[in-house]
């Protein structure tokens, strides 16, 4: 954005701070008209020239990008105004310019929104006499503003980064798309809670917003000290130390303790905090206090909101809930979640790709599952691990992995035929798969949702792995913990397919392709910070580096500042 932008920004914001100082406080004196409309008739009676219109963004380039919605939402409603009815802004004009104010509040501080010549700008906007009421000339003026701002504050909150933007992030699902122009018309329309009701932003968002205020009030009001605690040591219900006392003092804060009575004993009520934050972070839950949970307890707040903000931007580029079936994979989080008609039905530990091998971030429809399937050795792999060991023992390293070589027409190929020496993996003209069976690497099933990235779930021999708690080590495809009760799951709607059916299918040795009935949406995500089903705030490692970089498009080298916000949402400080 430009320093126009906030320059703009900040005059709409100043109205009301100008406003707070001569008549003690926004709320309780800021001249409002109730005028709700619901029919074009219900229009407010006061036209804007279209002149004066073209005038504006003659002169405000730095709306440039809006300038064709500015004009449609005009010509619509025949040039009436929107946001002023004679000399007051509407209920929604207000409530707008309020929640611009609270999102700078807990925003990030820039030195732009602070202008020394602003307040003789908005000076000329005010007339102190009977409370504050808009000048006639400033009226088309301050109409067109809150319009062009509309558009401008819905491509950066509601929209955020350029779709460009978040593929070089390596975000590649698809953007959900916008009409700002319905949006604001059902906005002026409608009463005070429109702007919240109407917001066009995944719920995560709003959750995340709302927990970004909770931790801004706490990092302004405490000291966040960290606890020491020596290399190795554990403190488990009924020990003692000043160890736990600071545990005590930092999880009461953030809400896992209920009651803190300050001493430096263990107690079953500091035991079940414990566990409750363990699994917040993603942690093993055992209620034992070890160095990994004093070390995220000692995260410094300004980091963390770092963070809620870093995923606030990736929520504003998902897609509203579905409402149907679909499927979503959380990679920080290492957990698959399966939703059925938009409700969470049930969710499973996955593995995902290993750093260098990530996991990409894409959505695609599931179409298939595979049962007993071959797996086709990858060209990475091929190259790095399958060629050297056919290159050092060719139909011995084939045995024991059980793999066997296909051409092009599907026969396999005896691998005495064959010079390995002569290939490497990038011009090596066979296929190398695995058979089916329980050695498979893909395990017993298989699932796709077919994309250039050639991933997909499946199930997996190595099954110790989903009892890690960071699970980070395929080549990229995601291993599925419960892979017989998503196969159930998928293939529901079909009543031929009964459990025994599946098990069968599952053991066959022989790969079958089935169709599921209909497509399932598959979503597969990158949130470090985020709010549960049980409404609880979650932060997990940044296992692919994915934040720091957003992270430098967002802010640069500047940290985040924000404010204390206090329950109504109005500034306390800034």
Partial sequence: MTVRFYTTLSLLVLIILVACQQNGGFRKKLKIRDTT??????????????????????????????????????????YHYAWINKDSLTEQAANFINMMKNDASYGIKDSSLINPQLQQLTDSLLQSEGGLRIADTARPQLEVLLTAQFFAYGNKVWGGLTADSAKDLEWFIPRKKIDMESLLDSVVRKKSNAFEEDEPVNRQYKLLRNELKKLANLEASTKWDSVRIVQKATFKKGDSSQVITGVKNKLAALGDLAVNDSSSRFT????????????????????????????????????????????????????????????????????????????????????????????????????????????????????????????????????????????????????????????????????????????????????????????????????????????????????????????????????????????????ANKERFVTVKEKVPVFIVYFTAFVDSKGKLNFRDDVYGHDTRLAASLFGSNEPKLAKVDSSGSQEKY
């Fill in 268 to 507: 079953p009520e500091l035991d079940s905090a414990v566990r409750s934050y363990q699994a917040r972070m993603g942690q093993k839950v055992d209620g034992i206090i070890k160095q990994t949970t004093v070390d995220a307890l000692n995260v410094p707040l300004q980091q963390r909101i770092r963070q809620i903000l870093v995923n606030m931007e990736r929520s504003r580029w998902v897609p509203l809930e579905p409402t149907t079936d679909y499927i979503l994979v959380n990679i920080p989080a290492f957990t698959m979640y399966v939703y059925d008609k938009g409700k969470l039905d049930w969710s499973c530990n996955v593995v995902v790709g290993k750093p260098g091998a990530n996991t990409v971030v894409f959505s695609k429809d599931l179409r298939y599952v595979v049962f007993s399937p071959y797996w086709n050795v990858p060209p990475g792999i091929l190259a790095k691990e399958v060629l050297p060991g056919l290159k050092r023992s060719g139909s011995g390293y084939l045995a024991r992995q059980n793999m066997e070589i296909v051409g092009a027409s599907g026969k396999v190929i005896p691998p005495g035929s064959i010079n390995f020496s002569k290939y490497s993996g990038g011009n090596f003209p066979y296929i190398v798969r695995q058979r089916p069976g329980g050695r498979n690497s893909l395990g017993k099933v298989k699932f796709l949702f077919p994309n250039e990235y050639n991933i997909y779930l499946h199930d997996t021999p190595a099954r110790y792995l989903f009892g890690e708690n960071k699970r980070s080590f395929s080549h990229g495809c995601i291993r599925v913990a419960e892979p017989k009760h998503l196969a159930e799951w998928l293939l529901r709607k079909d009543s031929s397919w009964t459990e025994k059916k599946i098990d069968e299918a599952l053991d």
């Fill in 37 to 78: 409309h619901y029919t074009k008739e219900a229009y407010i009676e006061e036209t804007l020239d279209s002149n004066l219109l073209n005038k504006f963004l003659a002169g405000n380039t730095n709306f440039d990008q809006y300038d064709e919605y500015i004009r449609n939402f005009y010509q619509k409603r025949g």
